[in-house]
């Protein structure tokens, strides 16, 4: 493993344990060169995947966007990293075991939607009007309108 800091080609594994989920090993890392240390995280990939876009481009599933989707859409939201990051982890297992190499864009969303769905409304509003590229109100209240359940504000105590 290269270090991030000092680009050293060697490396050394001082740490190595399970995370939370079960998912992936955490491994804290030390740069004899530089002596910084970082942390790796080696999960399991099933396959590779293939996204395809809206106008027909074809790239490579990067985990690293679909996670910054869900972690953008859940900020300032009572949902603990840990929970966020259990959710990146059973969307891209849900990807990977579906049985397909190549995933519409389309289909990324509508499951990363239906996560947040039932988790968290309001990070569910926020992911929906950056997939569905919301440019109005209207396109808010509209959107809003569709959803089985009202959501009420949450009082805040003063």
């Known amino acids: 493993m290269r270090c991030p800091f000092c680009s050293a080609e060697e490396t050394q594994v001082k740490d190595s344990r399970a995370t939370d989920d079960n998912q992936a090993i955490r491994r804290r890392r030390l740069c004899p060169t530089c002596s910084s240390?970082?942390?790796?995280?080696?999960r399991v990939q099933l396959c590779d995947l293939i996204v395809i876009k809206n106008d027909g481009r074809k790239e490579r599933f990067d985990r690293e966007k679909i996670a910054r989707s869900i972690y953008n859409a859940a900020r300032k939201r009572p949902i603990p990293t840990e929970?966020?990051?259990?959710?990146?982890?059973?969307?891209?297992?849900?990807?990977?075991?579906m049985g397909e190499t190549e995933i519409p864009s389309r289909t990324i969303g509508e499951i990363s939607m239906e996560t947040l769905k039932d988790l968290d409304s309001v990070a569910y509003i926020r992911f929906a009007s950056v997939y569905r590229e919301f440019a109005e109100v209207t396109d808010f209240q509209k959107?809003?309108?569709?959803?089985?359940?009202?959501?009420?504000?949450?009082?805040?105590?003063?």
Do not use: C, M, Y
Request: hydrophobic share 40%; glycine share 2%; no cysteine.
């Open 37 to 42: 240390r970082f942390t790796t995280f080696e």
């Open 83 to 97: 929970k966020q990051e259990l959710i990146v982890n059973s969307l891209v297992r849900k990807l990977e075991t």
């Open 143 to 158: 959107f809003i309108g569709t959803i089985d359940e009202p959501i009420v504000a949450e009082e805040k105590e003063e």
